[in-house]
Each structure stands twice: as C-alpha cells, then as structure tokens.
C-alpha cells in the first residue's frame, strides 16, 4: 500500500495532488483535436433534472448554477433518496445522475425510476462498467482514475469539468465567448499547481481550525455548493460538526450559532455577490467569530474585514468552484491530521454505499 500511495502519507492527499492531471486527462477526452461531446442526450428537452448523492449532489448544484446561467434551461437537484419516494413529474426532462463509483444504490434506483417516468437519462461517471454505465441511456466519463479514499476529492473537480463541458457545449453565449471560456479551463490545471503551492499556509490555517468543535462554512451564488462541499469533506474525515449556509441566509435562525467558539469559512467568489458578501463577513465578524476568507489573489479590501485569508489565482467567476474546493479539501486534510483522525477510511463510512 505505501508504493500506491507515491510517498504521500495518504491516498487522500496524493488525490489532490493528482488534481491538475485528472483536469487535464478529462478536458483531453472531450476537446482533444477531433472529438467533440456527443450532446444527443440534449435533443428535445425541456428541463434537466439532477439526481445523486453527498459530493456528487453538490457536483450537481454546481451543475444547476452553471447550466441554468449559461443556458437559460431551468434544472432540478434532487437527492437520489429524496427521488425515489417523491417521484416528481419528469416531463420531457433529461436527468443526469452524477456518481463516482456507478454503484450508489440510491442513485441507480433513482436512474430507474427516471426512466420508468418517461425521462432520457445520462450518467456522469468515473468507474467504467459500473452498473449505471449499464442503466443509462448516454454515459460521460470523468478521467479521474481511481479513487482510494473515502473522501471524494479528485474526482468531484472532473465531474465539475464535465459539468463547465456540459454547459459551454448546451450554451447561449456568442461562440468566441465559449471558447474564451474553454481557454481559461484549459488554464486550470496550471491554477490548481499554483493553490497546492499554498499548501503550508493552507496547513497553519488547519492547525488553529483543529481546535474548534464547530465550524460555518458560508458562500453566496456558485460560492454556496463550494461551502456545502468543504463542510462534507470537514465532517467526514475531522468529525468537526461543520454547517454550510447561503451567506444571506445566518440572519434568519443560524447567526445563533455564531461567536468566538465557531469559526467561519467564507468563500468570496468575483462576482455580482461580492460585495453583499463582505457585508455579511462584516455581520459575522461581528459575533466575534473567526473568519478565514478564501478570496482572489488580488483582493486587497477583504484583509481588512477578516482574521486570514487563503489566496486563490484570479479566475472567471465561475470557476472559482475549482479553486475554492482544491483548497476546502486541504483544509479539511491538514485538519483532520493535524486531530489524528483515520483519514483515508473515516470511521461509520464506505466509499461506495450500495444499500438503499
Ligand atoms: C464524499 O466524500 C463521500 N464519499 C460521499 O458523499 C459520496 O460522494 C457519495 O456517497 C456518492 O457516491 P458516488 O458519487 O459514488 O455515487
């Protein structure tokens, strides 16, 4: 096991650092000189429906911000549990399953149930041949190569690049603007070098964060699955009790919370929340919480309002998810072993949850 690990102390870590090439290999597999994404599975539609679960779930809420904004289709997100008793009206819907391992029971049976209430469904997977390879009617892969860790690290960032392709490709914006877009995604693998290069900065952070029981992660816009992701990956592997909230939403119940005994994760993106957010850093400052920005690498007016902030290259907007979760999940490494938790195999978790 220590050669599979490349000399890294976990598969977790040697997992983020794979992150620049499974972006690579992923972007290779659907822009490389003559393949093009099959978009077949759009034909016809008129609403996307997401189903998954945990790290997937949220790939999806992603999905649904960048989709929606960049198409104008309206999207769902259900949980793949949620789906299956609910059964909601699937009208010429097109659902798109998001699963790692292909073998989540809940998604599967989710996947079925779509297809029994008339919608096309596409899977978004990293196993290949797994069951929902078998289930849907189109499979996307994301090139992420195995994934050893409980903890889904790399293989969210390919299944978010597959979600940017999906967009792009379905889009309505004017063909130079998708391929400016395409070029910063191309850009990527180098910006994501460049946040592991913060790592010892990002580990220090850790070291202070390793003593608290409770956390808040907040975000607004693509910023708030950002933050539901970092609190997952927190909870997991450090059993800190961390919650995630739409900034604009800890005034009506969760400001409760607040104070010098929790510590806040703010994720600022550049974009039209940028400066409500600061006002709501401003609010949460207030309560005397700690508060560690993750913020643009040329933010100068941030400093002023928060205790630390984690840097990250300048990015469009929409990005930002890459970013910002490369360094949620380092955090969340270096603070599980800073409180020397089992990190690799979390206790009461499988990685792949194949009952119901
Ligand atoms: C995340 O770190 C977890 N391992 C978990 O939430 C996982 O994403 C979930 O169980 C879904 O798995 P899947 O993507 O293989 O369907």
Redesign the pocket.
Known sequence: EDAERGGYEHFMLKEIHEIPKVIEDTLFEYLSEDIEMDASFSAGISEIVFI?????YHASLVGKYLIEKLTGIPVRVEFASEFIYHQPPMHRALTIA???????AD?LEAMRIAKKLGAKTLAIVNVLGSTATRVADHVLYTRAGPEIS???TK?FIAQLIVLYLIALKLSRLPGSEVNRLIDELRAMPELVRKVLEREGEIEQIAVLISGYENMMYIGRGIGVPIAMEGA??MK?ISYIHAEAYPAGELKHGSFALLGEKTPVIASLVPDETYEIMLNNIKEVKARESVVVAVADEDDQEVEKYVDFVIRVPKTEHIFSAITHSVVLQLLAYHTARKRGCEIDKPRN?A???TVE
């Open positions: 998954a679960c945990g790290t997937s998001i699963t790692q391992s292909g073998e989540t998604t409980v903890a889904a293989s997952l990956k997991e978790l990685k792949s949850v």
